[in-house]
């Protein structure tokens, strides 16, 4: 067999090996490549300290600011740049509400994260994101342990009320930073009634959701996020006000109040906090004027104006995020957000402060949220699409270009994407606010999601991720039409609790440990006509109820007032006393009104009530009343109302007035309520009360006297009775009609009724009804005599017909024979009809006898009146 040689350098392979010589360079270019990428991701080594005040710890006291500092090294050289999650390393995972803070890897290789950690035992770890140089890796867990402050801790007393004036429920909330529960009372003091105490309740533990609210005052507050600005462990608030066209800096106390910082001006339409140039402080990006301007912090809450982007359409700055792996923080932005079809555009970090444009891809109007929803390290984009009800999903590549994913249906326009591991599993989920609902979908791992349903039917246009009751697992925070907190059981499934405290009205929601307290606080923009600034809610994790029922605040004088409530605790071995701010609550009045039942009042009439008004304590002192008159319908003239007369009371009596209800002719008929009113002496609360009472229409009613009728023939008559009510007065016109007939009946009873007199007043007026019936006729017999004749005659007739008539005179002897036996046959005939003569029917029979009913009409235009009288014909 010949082979077809190919010459390679001075070598010559025959042909059919060329295959496989290009199968073994290509192997070997695949695993020269593989183990170049092999060899850029070098192992890494991350190590964590934990110091405060400048040394290692492992106990502090509350209040104390930590500084945790990772160090990422790579074969004993620094990493850098980078990114480190700092963690609680007793969860699970390192997501969410279990990251403390993230910090940029700095160019000595490390990564610092100062806070206050709440009282307890802590457990942390440091978690290297890694790059496309260097791989990711964890530090050890280092402990830590926060111990209250010598001496009894302070508390914080709230009160709430609920219930009506005079009688109320109140409630107090006792709440505390020493990781354990108040326990104890609570009495609450009526503090303008001598001190006197209203009732004292058992502090029991608090279930749910707990803040305790303060504002600071700004004009027309728009955008809110969180940082420590200035380096000292305390998280401070950064907010565009003055309707977007300034940046105010609030420093943190860390106590939940803030100070004024640096403020500066600029048209705002989205920021970003991050650490853009690596110097471990904290920068601001923001994206004004269709550019995007990046501030380099001074570390001491200050910043300084930095790059600038090249010009966009319609800017709006989204998020921040290494999404090239290079370890640099990117910017991802929106141009055109104002068009139907915007754009995304990746501004590529250089780690110094400065980017570079990067890729671009269309998107669908709507929010965008960024995460790794796929598990491969790099982030990805959840995008919501607000005309296909909708999110959908881009994978990242991990070289700043997205890959288009899955569509996963939302049933309702998205309004806001929060990212976070709501079933505890390590994969990526969902909350979509929707339509006045938030929709959890359960991520896969694999960047599809699965529907968990809805977590609540909440009205709200925002959520935020938290942990607001301090039990490490994730909850949201919803505001829009309201405010609600919704508390994860940690499966996906979530039960609202209504906030106590209005967190905004405009959808800007900040979330961070406001107080240091370990717990989840926000913090929300308010705009709205009543009041205007930034509303700071601190969450309670450790908190008690005590509430007492049926309340009863009387009045201590005639006038009713606002008296001022509080909750006072005592304290407990834990916890120093505390007392409530004070609460305003109007007391019962110290009188009431009574006012006895109006009747049915005709127009044109009048009526009278007895109003009565009586002490609820021993009062001396003039009550002023007044009455009008309220109704729901389109009328006309309605009623008048007067008290002539006040009444003074002395001591415990009560005293009485009269009220007057009058109407005109022209009054509409229906539902009216008098309203009585009074006035204390010098003035106070009013005290009401309401009558119902009806205005009926002018009408009047007819009555009779039944008729006995002895017999057929006779007739009889009934007195018909027109009684006027309600003021009625004019002309009735009567008429009647036999309405009721027995079965069989002849002639029939006729009927007539006079005109009566007409009615000017109260006095009813009457009439006559006249019956009349039919007598009887005399009874007709049959004569005998001409009964014989007729029939007798008849019958010689028709034998004289039947025989024929004789014309010869030889047949006379016929003849006469024959008259003579017709002679006999009509006496016969005769004699039968006298045996058998009876009377006929009479010709006519008259009224039948038995009950008749006649209907009397009375007419008086549209008024109508009926009367049925009963005639007996015997």
């Avoid at 309600?726 to 006079?754: E, H, K, M, R, Y």
């Amino acid at each position: 067999m010949h082979f077809q040689r190919k010459s390679i350098g001075d070598r010559e392979f025959p042909v059919s090996l060329r295959s496989s010589v290009c199968f073994v360079t290509a192997a070997c270019l695949a695993m020269c490549v593989g183990l170049q990428q092999a060899w850029a991701a070098a192992p890494t080594t991350t190590a964590l300290a934990v110091t405060s005040a400048g040394g290692v710890v492992t106990t502090v006291t509350s209040g104390s600011v930590v500084t945790l500092t990772a160090t990422v090294t790579a074969g004993g050289t620094a990493v850098t740049p980078g990114q480190v999650n700092f963690c609680d390393a007793a969860a699970k995972y390192c997501t969410d509400i279990h990251i403390l803070g993230t910090a940029q890897l700095t160019g000595a290789g490390t990564a610092t994260l100062r806070f206050r950690p709440g009282i307890g035992s802590h457990s942390y770890k440091a978690v290297f994101a890694g790059t496309n140089n260097a791989a990711a890796s964890a530090s050890a867990a280092a402990a830590l342990t926060v111990t209250a402050i010598a001496g009894i801790q302070p508390s914080t007393t709230s009160i709430a009320f609920s219930g009506s004036q005079g009688t109320y429920t109140l409630t107090a909330n006792v709440s505390g930073n020493a990781g354990v529960v108040p326990t104890g009372s609570v009495p609450f003091v009526d503090t303008s009634n001598a001190n006197a105490v209203l009732g004292t309740a058992p502090l029991t533990p608090g279930t749910g959701a707990l803040f305790l609210s303060s504002s600071i005052f700004f004009e027309q507050p728009r955008q809110l996020v969180t940082g420590d600005f200035n380096g000292d462990g305390i998280v401070d608030l950064l907010a565009t006000v003055n309707g977007g066209n300034s940046v105010q800096i609030l420093l943190g106390y860390g106590d939940g109040t803030f100070r004024d910082g640096e403020s500066f001006s600029a048209q705002l339409n989205g920021i970003v906090v991050g650490d853009f140039n690596g110097d471990g402080k904290l920068d601001l990006a923001m994206a004004s004027s269709g550019t995007v301007t990046i501030f380099p912090g001074n570390g001491d809450g200050t910043f300084t104006g930095g790059y600038q982007s090249p010009p966009m359409q319609s800017l709006a700055l989204v998020a921040a995020g290494d999404f090239n792996g290079d370890g640099n923080q990117d910017l991802l932005v929106e141009s055109g957000s104002s068009n139907p079809n915007p754009t995304l555009a990746v501004l590529l970090g250089n780690g110094d402060g400065t980017f570079k444009m990067g890729a671009t891809m269309p998107t669908a109007p709507g929010p965008v949220a960024v995460g790794d929803f796929n598990g491969d390290g790099k982030l990805d984009l959840a995008v919501g699409n607000q005309q296909g009800d909708s999110v959908s999903i881009l994978l990242g590549n991990g070289d700043e270009t997205f890959t288009v994913g899955a569509t996963v249906p939302t049933g309702a326009t998205a309004g806001v994407i929060a990212v976070a591991d709501f079933n505890a599993d390590g994969k990526t989920d969902l909350a979509v606010a929707a339509n006045g609902t938030v929709t959890i979908l359960l991520g896969n791992g694999d960047g599809t999601f699965t529907t968990a349903g809805p977590a609540t039917g909440y009205s709200g246009t925002t959520v935020v991720v938290g942990d607001f009751n301090g039990d490490g697992i994730v909850d949201l925070g919803v505001a829009g039409k309201g405010d609600c907190v919704l508390l994860g059981n940690g499966d996906g499934i979530f039960t609202a609790v209504i906030s106590n405290q209005e967190v905004t009205d405009n959808g800007s929601i900040a979330v961070a440990d406001f107080n240091g307290d370990g717990a989840s606080d926000m913090a929300g923009a308010i705009l709205n006509e009543d009041d205007e600034g930034i509303s700071v809610l601190l969450s309670q994790p450790k908190f008690a109820t005590a509430t007492v029922n049926n309340v009863t605040l009387l009045a201590t004088g005639i006038n009713a007032s606002f008296q001022e409530i509080d909750a006072s605790y005592a304290g407990d071995a834990t916890y120093s006393g505390s007392v409530s701010p004070l609460l305003e609550l109007l007391s019962q009045t110290a009188f009431t009104i009574g006012a006895t039942t109006l009747p049915p009042i005709g127009v044109g009439a009048s009526a009278t009530s007895t109003v009565t008004v009586t002490p609820a304590i021993n009062l001396t002192g003039l009550v002023t009343l007044n009455c009008s008159i309220s109704f729901q319908f389109m009328g006309i003239s309605p009623p008048t109302c007067s008290i002539p007369q006040s009444v003074m009371l002395s001591g415990t009596a009560a005293a009485s007035a009269t009220a007057t209800v009058s109407t005109l002719p022209a009054t509409t008929p229906g539902a009216y309520q008098m309203i009585v009113q009074g006035t204390p002496d010098g003035g106070g609360i009013v005290v009401t009360s309401a009558t119902s009472f009806t205005v009926v229409a002018p009408s009047f009613a007819l009555s009779n006297t039944a008729i006995p009728i002895a017999a057929p023939g006779a007739s009889g008559t009934s007195t018909v009775t027109i009684t006027p009510s309600n003021g009625f007065t004019g002309t009735v016109v009567l008429t009647c009609a036999v309405t009721g007939i027995p079965v069989g009946a002849t002639d029939v009873p006729t009927c007539s009724v006079t005109a009566p007199a007409a009615i000017s007043g109260t006095t009813p007026v009457t009439a006559t009804l006249t019956i009349g019936t039919t007598a009887m006729s005399s009874a007709a017999v049959h004569d005998p005599l001409r009964r014989t004749l007729s029939v007798g005659g008849g019958v010689v007739m028709a034998a004289l017909f039947f025989f024929g008539m004789p014309v010869r005179r030889r047949r006379l002897k016929t003849l006469l024979g024959l008259l003579l036996f017709a002679a006999v046959a009509g006496a016969g005939i005769g004699c039968s009809s006298v045996a058998n003569n009876t009377p006929t029917t009479p010709a006519n029979p008259g009224t039948t006898p038995g009950t008749y009913t006649v209907t009397v009409t009375g007419t008086s235009g549209a008024t109508t009146a009926n009367t049925a009288v009963s005639v007996t014909v015997n």
